[in-house]
Each structure stands twice: as structure tokens, then as C-alpha cells.
């Protein structure tokens, strides 16, 4: 909540909690994103990480801030892909029904691939037509695949 305003000045902290809650109770699978590197602490990393399982998201992709021109705001830091797969983890451990990390992956990335993970952990059906989407293994925008490449 800190940075949030200066972020994204249009918007609230708590008002985009309320939309991941109206979409739960609605019955929909929810997902948001983190972009790290952007002058947040650790601590509100998981502060954010608990607030957004509190309000019903069940999808998470965790990912570094690119600077997309001279207009936008300067990378504060470069997340190291050890902390990206230490996020992931505690994703997973707060209760996220799928989770992707890493320095590369966008927000809508294999996101039918979350969504069928999270479809299956809630019990519900995928749809024939929609079960190709459904893929296992890791990819190489994943920091855990960029840590086994590397050791």
C-alpha cells in the first residue's frame, strides 16, 4: 500500500481488494499480479501477497518491473530469481491456488494453464474445449527453470 499511489495514482489499494472479493463471491477464479522492483520492502511483498489471498484471489504471477520508456519509472532493483522462486513458495504456502514467478513472466503468461490449475483444486470442471490449455512443466520465464538452468 505504501508505493500503490504513486504507482498507479488512479486507483486504490483497497478498492482493487474489493474488486478480487466482488469476483469470488461472484464465483469466478480470480488473479492479480505483483511487479516487483519498483522500491517495495520484502515485508510489503508479503503483506501484499496475504491481503490479496484474504480477499479471494486464487492466481498469482509475480514479475519484474521493465522500464518501458524514459517516461515511465526507473527500475529501483533487479529481483534476483532466488527471491522470485522464495515468493512463489510462499505463495503456494499462503494458499494460492497456482503461481508463477519470475523475472520474465507477464501477467496474462500461461494464464489458462492457472486458471485449469485452479479450476482443478477447486473440484470444478474444465470444459472439453478448453482442456489443451491445461499443460504441465515449467517454462523458461520461471525462475525456478532459470536457477536448475544455472546450477
Known amino acids: 500500500p505504501r508505493i500503490f499511489k504513486r504507482?498507479?495514482?488512479?486507483?486504490?489499494?483497497?478498492?482493487?481488494?474489493?474488486?478480487?472479493?466482488?469476483?469470488?463471491?461472484?464465483?469466478m477464479v480470480?488473479?492479480?499480479?505483483?511487479?516487483?522492483?519498483?522500491?517495495e520492502t520484502r515485508e510489503e511483498i508479503s503483506e501484499a501477497l496475504?491481503?490479496?489471498?484474504?480477499?479471494?484471489?486464487?492466481?498469482?504471477?509475480?514479475?519484474?518491473?521493465?522500464?518501458?520508456?524514459e517516461r515511465h519509472l526507473p527500475v529501483d532493483r533487479w529481483?534476483?530469481?532466488?527471491e522470485f522462486v522464495d515468493l512463489q513458495n510462499e505463495a503456494q504456502e499462503i494458499g494460492f491456488l497456482g503461481v508463477m514467478s519470475g523475472p520474465l513472466?507477464?501477467?496474462s503468461y500461461r494464464a489458462g494453464r492457472l486458471?485449469?490449475?485452479?479450476?482443478?483444486?477447486?473440484?470444478?470442471?474444465?470444459?472439453a474445449a478448453l482442456a489443451h490449455i491445461?499443460?504441465?512443466g515449467s517454462t523458461?520465464?520461471?525462475a525456478s527453470t532459470i536457477l536448475a538452468a544455472h546450477s
Not at 54 to 69: E, F, N, V
Not at 115 to 127: D, Q, S
Request: proline share 5%.
Open 7 to 27: 504507482i498507479r495514482p488512479a486507483f486504490r489499494y483497497e478498492r482493487s481488494l474489493d474488486v478480487i472479493t466482488q469476483g469470488r463471491d461472484l464465483g
Open 30 to 39: 480470480t488473479k492479480s499480479n505483483l511487479i516487483l522492483g519498483m522500491g
Open 50 to 69: 496475504r491481503d490479496l489471498h484474504a480477499a479471494g484471489c486464487d492466481l498469482i504471477t509475480i514479475t519484474q518491473y521493465l522500464r518501458p520508456s
Open 79 to 82: 529481483v534476483k530469481p532466488q
Open 105 to 107: 513472466v507477464r501477467s
Open 115 to 127: 486458471w485449469a490449475t485452479a479450476m482443478r483444486k477447486k473440484g470444478w470442471e474444465i470444459p
Open 134 to 136: 491445461e499443460s504441465s
Open 140 to 142: 523458461r520465464q520461471e
